[in-house]
């Protein structure tokens, strides 16, 4: 079993930045993907970024340039660094583990609200 929880959502004018954790803890295998999700109201959830466990990453074009994914192994944490920020990445944010290799489903966080005033 494997516990997320996110936490910096908050609310941030046109411009500005948020800083998003996710802490991750139980069974962590050496080979997974962590990602980044959002969720706007009436919207799909989509993938914003995910890193794996040999740092490779990938970002959805909207946020290019603007977001940045991280980890600290040593704390079994992510981090989105999200700059730029922009009224439509108004979104609930989620992270999600996939552990790889094994036979085991993925895992999602509880999600944490970033709101952007224009």
């Known amino acids: 079993q494997v516990h997320l929880v996110e936490s910096g959502g908050g609310l941030v004018q046109f411009g500005g930045s948020l800083r998003l954790s996710c802490a991750a803890s139980g069974s962590i295998f050496n080979m997974y993907v962590m990602s980044w999700y959002r969720q706007a109201p009436g919207k799909q959830r989509e993938l914003v970024a995910r890193i794996t466990s040999g740092d490779s990453t990938n970002y959805a074009d909207s946020v290019k340039g603007r977001f940045t994914i991280s980890r600290d192994n040593a704390k079994n944490t992510i981090y989105l660094q999200m700059n730029s920020l922009k009224p439509e990445d108004t979104a609930v944010y989620y992270c999600?583990?996939?552990?790889?290799?094994?036979?085991?489903?993925?895992?999602w966080g509880q999600g944490t609200q970033v709101t952007v005033s224009s």
């Open positions: 999600n583990y996939l552990p790889l290799g094994v036979p085991r489903g993925d895992y």
